[in-house]
């Protein structure tokens, strides 16, 4: 960022010669996009600490074809309002299309009440317990629900869980290759399309399977830092 700031006159020309001399490069707003298949936790905190317009996502590619790109952190922008301005002098059609965009955003929100409340009262007692275990291995876990699973991150997320009338899936961040001792529940899920972020499903039913497993809860999240 430091130095596309002091290069300016540089990039303009390499993007004239890319692009054509009519286009102008808007210097109102530059941000940095970092992409890679994995952060810790220390990189969101620097991100953090520094307060610069730094974008983090991460990507993940599956044997086959499908590519997932998820946001780790992006700054959050000041208001509606500003936004309008900073469209003001686009193209009207990416001035629309973006509106759409921070709509959907604003207004697609999912609740942790959606994920239990039509659960069995075992199945119940089971989500809220590997729930507890979950959030209690760091106090800066975040609890995010999404759409079909609710997903547990520092930097990234290490666990996503799916609720069903009669179990409770896990999607770990973990290789089922370094698992000494592969648990009747789990499977390696790296080839295998599913909603969520993670390598490794682990399936509960039970108190009982919860306990003889947790172990690779907390193996997920030390594998991103913790």
Same mark, same amino acid.
């Given at each position: 960022m430091h130095w596309i700031r002091? !290069?300016? +006159?540089?990039?303009?020309?390499?993007?004239?010669r890319k692009f054509g001399k009519e286009i102008e490069v808007d210097w109102s707003d530059i941000r940095v996009i970092c992409l890679a298949p994995e952060y810790k936790k220390y990189d969101l905190h620097a991100v953090?600490?520094?307060?610069?317009?730094?974008?983090?996502?991460?990507?993940?590619?599956?044997?086959?074809?499908i590519l997932s790109i998820d946001e780790v952190y992006k700054?959050?922008?000041?208001?509606? !309002?500003?936004?309008?301005?900073?469209?003001?002098?686009?193209?009207?059609?990416?001035?629309?299309? +973006?509106?759409?965009?921070?709509?959907?955003r604003k207004?697609?929100?999912?609740?942790l009440e959606q994920h239990f409340e039509n659960l069995d009262?075992?199945?119940?007692?089971?989500?809220?317990?590997?729930r507890d275990y979950i959030i209690s291995l760091d106090s800066t876990i975040e609890e995010t629900p999404k759409k079909?699973?609710?997903?547990?991150?520092?930097?990234?997320?290490?666990?996503?869980?799916?609720?069903?009338?009669?179990?409770?899936?896990?999607?770990?961040?973990?290789?089922?290759?370094?698992?000494?001792?592969?648990?009747k529940q789990g499977r390696d899920v790296k080839n295998i399309g599913h909603f969520g972020t993670g390598d490794f499903e682990l399936t509960i039913k039970d108190l009982k399977d919860f306990e003889e497993t947790k172990h690779l809860i907390n193996e997920a999240y030390k594998n991103i830092g913790g």
């Open positions: 002091d !290069h300016k +006159g540089d990039f303009q020309v390499a993007v004239n953090q600490v520094m307060g610069a317009n730094i974008e983090l996502w991460q990507y993940k590619i599956y044997e086959n074809g700054r959050t922008s000041s208001s509606s !309002h500003q936004e309008t301005e900073e469209y003001s002098e686009k193209n009207p059609v990416m001035v629309e299309a +973006g509106k759409k965009a921070a709509l959907t207004t697609a929100t999912y609740t009262d075992s199945i119940l007692e089971l989500f809220n317990a590997t079909n699973y609710v997903a547990y991150k520092t930097s990234q997320n290490f666990v996503c869980m799916q609720t069903y009338k009669k179990k409770i899936t896990l999607y770990l961040k973990l290789n089922a290759d370094e698992i000494e001792i592969m648990p």
